[in-house]
């Protein structure tokens, strides 16, 4: 009975919502009850989850990670993962992993091992199912995310194929410099150059790889899946940095811990050096016994380097709104 009242209630608000004019990224009543999508996407450390929490208890909505590190299960502190693990029931899919957060779930998260290598197909076809649930469920999907690849592959915005491993290519791509590869690259799929770690060969090959198959990565920007408000977050350049210096330095001994634990699990090296930033450094702190300090400092620049490359990466999304902050975000997105 008290859901009933509270659905009851959530209706009403809406419709008087939808008899407003929206203002500056104001989304009306109507649009709510039209059960789309929302999305917050951004650089690392600027608030994305903060803000998908918020629009969520205002949408009475779900938080859906679109990230590359955080829908691996053995994945905590480096893939910045929040809350407590637990277990969400969604429409068609059953129950599915899922992090509390403040009172919010948060899905899409936890889901393979990080021995697998898992594509963005692959994580398209397992996430979009969920997404789907919530909605037949009249619950608002917020899709949170800094991986540009994996928010166009959710909303529709890019369609992927899963290209097969080319043993001969990959051989051949060994012997090949990295300035060779990256040129190759730019060559083939110059977006995947603003958004791939330049320097992680193996990323680079990958990417040439799917490239050059038959099944490459095509872009489709015509047919979104979902009807979306896609809102950003880009704080002021120098106060971005800090706030990812501050959030490494609160991070950094977990995330050698963390790394320290993959290792004697039994995680290769190179696996780690997959995984972004945080993991390949700290391996190589661990394994060339570097000075912390040292690697903490090149970690910032590295992570301030990645925040750029997203930053080009989001702009050229159609569609969304940007916001300095996540305070400003919630202040002038929800009536």
């Given at each position: 009975?008290?859901?009933?009242?509270?659905?009851?209630?959530?209706?009403?608000?809406?419709a008087?919502?939808?008899?407003?004019?929206?203002?500056?990224g104001?989304?009306?009543?109507?649009?709510?009850?039209?059960?789309?999508v929302?999305?917050?996407?951004?650089?690392?450390?600027?608030?994305?989850?903060t803000?998908?929490?918020?629009?969520?208890?205002?949408?009475?909505?779900?938080?859906?990670?679109?990230?590359?590190?955080?829908?691996?299960?053995?994945?905590?502190?480096?893939?910045?993962?929040?809350?407590?693990l637990?277990?969400?029931e969604?429409?068609?899919?059953?129950?599915?992993?899922?992090?509390?957060?403040?009172?919010?779930?948060?899905?899409?998260?936890?889901?393979?091992?990080?021995?697998?290598?898992?594509?963005?197909?692959q994580?398209?076809?397992?996430?979009?199912?969920?997404?789907?649930?919530?909605r037949?469920?009249?619950?608002?999907?917020?899709?949170?995310?800094?991986?540009?690849?994996?928010?166009?592959?959710?909303?529709?915005?890019?369609?992927f194929?899963?290209a097969?491993?080319?043993?001969?290519?990959?051989?051949?791509?060994?012997?090949?410099?990295?300035?060779r590869?990256?040129?190759?690259?730019?060559?083939?799929?110059?977006?995947?150059?603003?958004?791939?770690?330049?320097?992680?060969?193996?990323?680079?090959?990958?990417?040439?790889?799917?490239?050059?198959?038959?099944?490459?990565?095509v872009?489709?920007?015509?047919?979104?899946?979902?009807?979306?408000?896609?809102?950003?977050?880009?704080?002021?350049?120098?106060?971005?940095?800090?706030?990812?210096?501050?959030?490494?330095?609160?991070?950094?001994?977990g995330?050698?811990?963390?790394?320290?634990a993959?290792?004697?699990?039994?995680?290769?090296?190179?696996?780690?050096?997959?995984?972004?930033?945080?993991?390949?450094?700290?391996n190589?702190?661990?394994?060339?016994?570097?000075?912390?300090?040292?690697?903490?400092?090149?970690?910032?620049?590295?992570?301030?380097?990645?925040?750029?490359?997203?930053i080009?990466?989001f702009?050229?999304?159609?569609?969304?709104?940007?916001?300095?902050?996540v305070?400003?975000?919630?202040?002038?997105?929800?009536?």
């Amino acid at each position: 009975m008290l859901h009933a009242v509270s659905s009851v209630r959530l209706f009403v608000r809406l419709a008087r919502l939808g008899q407003r004019r929206p203002g500056r990224g104001r989304i009306s009543g109507y649009w709510l009850m039209a059960l789309s999508v929302l999305a917050v996407v951004g650089p690392t450390a600027s608030g994305k989850t903060t803000a998908g929490v918020a629009l969520a208890k205002r949408t009475h909505g779900v938080v859906v990670s679109c990230d590359s590190r955080q829908m691996y299960r053995e994945l905590i502190i480096g893939a910045g993962k929040e809350g407590e693990l637990t277990q969400r029931e969604i429409r068609g899919k059953g129950l599915v992993p899922s992090r509390r957060i403040d009172g919010i779930d948060q899905v899409g998260v936890d889901l393979f091992s990080v021995r697998d290598t898992v594509s963005v197909k692959q994580f398209t076809d397992a996430v979009v199912p969920m997404i789907e649930g919530l909605r037949a469920e009249r619950i608002t999907p917020i899709i949170v995310g800094g991986s540009g690849l994996y928010v166009e592959g959710v909303l529709g915005l890019r369609v992927f194929a899963h290209a097969k491993p080319n043993p001969k290519l990959r051989f051949e791509l060994e012997e090949w410099s990295t300035k060779r590869l990256i040129e190759r690259l730019a060559t083939l799929a110059p977006e995947r150059v603003a958004s791939i770690d330049l320097k992680n060969r193996r990323r680079i090959a990958r990417a040439i790889e799917i490239a050059e198959s038959n099944q490459t990565i095509v872009a489709n920007p015509g047919t979104p899946r979902w009807e979306t408000k896609i809102f950003g977050i880009n704080p002021p350049r120098e106060h971005l940095y800090e706030l990812i210096d501050e959030r490494l330095d609160r991070r950094f001994e977990g995330i050698i811990a963390e790394t320290r634990a993959l290792l004697a699990e039994g995680v290769p090296g190179e696996r780690l050096d997959d995984l972004g930033l945080e993991y390949r450094f700290a391996n190589r702190l661990i394994t060339e016994n570097e000075d912390p300090e040292k690697i903490r400092e090149e970690l910032k620049f590295a992570i301030h380097a990645f925040a750029r490359r997203q930053i080009t990466w989001f702009k050229k999304m159609p569609g969304v709104e940007w916001f300095t902050s996540v305070t400003e975000l919630i202040k002038e997105s929800i009536i």
